[in-house]
């Protein structure tokens, strides 16, 4: 985990990586919420 994390911190730089996060934890956020729905 930690690697992969090293890894994407190589790939993006923190802009872009901080975009992503943001995606990330809203789609997260969205799959919980649909979880809850069904």
Do not use: C, E, H, T
């Amino acid at each position: 985990m930690i690697g992969v994390l090293w890894l994407r911190s190589r790939f993006f730089d923190p802009p872009y990586r901080n975009i992503f996060a943001k995606i990330f934890s809203g789609v997260q956020k969205m799959n919980a919420n649909q979880l809850v729905v069904y």
